[in-house]
T-cell receptor, first 113, second 118 residues
Framework: NAGVTQTPKFQVLKTGQSMTLQCAQD?????MYWYRQDPGMGLRLIYY?????TTDKGEVPNGYNVSRLNKREFSLRLESAAPSQTSVYFC????WGSGQPQHFGDGTRLSIL | AQKITQTQPGMFVQEKEAVTLDCTYD???????LFWYKQPSSGEMIFLIY??????QNATEGRYSLNFQKARKSANLVISASQLGDSAMYFC???????????????FGAGTRLAVHP
């Protein structure tokens, strides 16, 4: 009954380092998303993948790349981390359809020094 | 552009009382949907309730109900009989359709922090 699993849960990076956040879902959902949550701003969409093999930019894509590895997995990469990317990152998945909710992972708390 | 506004940064309520969390939205779409999510201090996002723009009745899920007033563009969450475990951050979100295939993204408000007092 895992749902959406994100790894790691916490990470501290130095400016300029790179890393990949992993996300996997076991609900056979078509769509997957990456959001970031900053204090007082709610969640903002970074990238999304409507279906396996497709990815598109959201509101705040600069400094990030994504890979939809297969239907289950959607990773987010920071090529050269910057302090402005300190945030909590959430992965979500959903089925297609107007009323389908997005199901979220537990988040990754990322600090960049 | 679509926008969600939650004007109450913080609210408090006495245990067993009802509380209303406000949400107003702006969209030019005729077909849209509104979601409410709960984020406890542990950090996860929990889906609570959904209202579609064409739904004639207000959505209800247990102690949660959505007071949907289309003309006023508001979708307030009502929690009845508050419990201590309801203390959390609550986010209103609007569905934005991304393509013809039915996939969509969510636009979130800034959230309201609810504290339930014994």
């Amino acid at each position: 009954n895992a749902g959406v699993t994100q790894t790691p849960k916490f990470q501290v990076l130095k400016t300029g380092q790179s890393m990949t956040l992993q996300c996997a879902q076991d609900m056979n959902h078509n769509s997957m998303y990456w959001y970031r949550q900053d204090p007082g701003m709610g969640l903002r969409l970074i990238y999304y993948s409507a279906s396996e093999g497709t990815t598109d930019k959201g509101e705040v894509p600069n400094g990030y790349n994504v890979s939809r590895l297969n239907k289950r997995e959607f990773s987010l990469r920071l090529e050269s981390a910057a302090p402005s990317q300190t945030s909590v990152y959430f992965c979500a998945s959903s089925e297609w359809g107007s009323g389908q909710p997005q199901h979220f992972g537990d988040g990754t708390r990322l600090s960049i020094l | 552009a679509q926008k969600i506004t939650q004007t109450q940064p913080g609210m408090f309520v006495q245990e067993k009382e009802a509380v209303t969390l406000d949400c107003t939205y702006d969209t030019s779409d005729q077909s849209y949907g509104l979601f409410w999510y709960k984020q406890p201090s542990s950090g996860e996002m929990i889906f609570l309730i959904y209202q579609g723009s064409y739904d004639e009745q207000n959505a209800t899920e247990g102690r949660y109900s959505l007071n949907f007033q289309k003309a006023r563009k508001s979708a307030n969450l009502v929690i009845s009989a508050s419990q201590l475990g309801d203390s959390a951050m609550y986010f209103c979100a609007m569905r934005e359709v991304l393509g013809s295939g039915g996939y969509n993204k969510l636009i979130f408000g800034a959230g309201t922090r609810l504290a339930v007092h014994p």
